[in-house]
């Protein structure tokens, strides 16, 4: 984890807000170069915001980035649900979100930036990413 360099990166690129007290980020790599990134914060012990952001490609988004991006927040800090808040307008956010595994639980309406905001869940029990992280040595 460099949170220094990969917060303000996810930040630039997907929202969120970096404090380097309270945030938590997972950078990949290549070639020297941030290719994606994921900033986690408002932990509060049962639940925690991830943001997740990327150089524009598909390459980075490996079974194995994503099974330790997941472990981290439902493995090692037990929280119950990530939470993804994305607004309403960002069709392609909210399609990769839903693909990765969230569910959109609500929605407010003029709280996003240019439309509503929906709040988007994932629960431990429904992350497929746990299950594949078992052949990297994770334990589920």
């Not at 960002?90 to 693909?99: I, M, V, Y």
């Not at 407010?108 to 992280?133: H, N, Q, Y």
Request: proline share 3%; aromatic share 10%; with cysteine.
């Amino acid at each position: 984890m460099d949170n220094p360099r990969v917060g303000p990166w996810v930040c630039a690129r997907a929202g969120g807000t970096f404090s380097p007290t309270t945030s938590q980020c997972i950078g990949l790599e290549r070639d020297g170069e941030l290719v994606a990134g994921v900033l986690f914060e408002g932990y509060n012990g049962s639940s925690i915001r991830m943001h997740v952001a990327s150089d524009g490609s598909r390459q980075w988004m490996t079974r194995e980035f994503l099974a330790v991006c997941f472990g981290y927040p439902f493995l090692q800090l037990k929280v119950k649900k990530i939470l993804g808040l994305v607004d309403s307008m960002n069709e392609n956010a909210l399609a990769f979100d839903r693909a990765l595994g969230f569910k959109a639980e609500h929605e407010i309406e003029d709280a996003g930036k240019t439309g509503s905001l929906v709040i988007l869940s994932m629960s431990r029990k429904d992350c497929r990413w746990l299950k594949l992280g078992a052949r990297y040595g994770f334990t589920v």
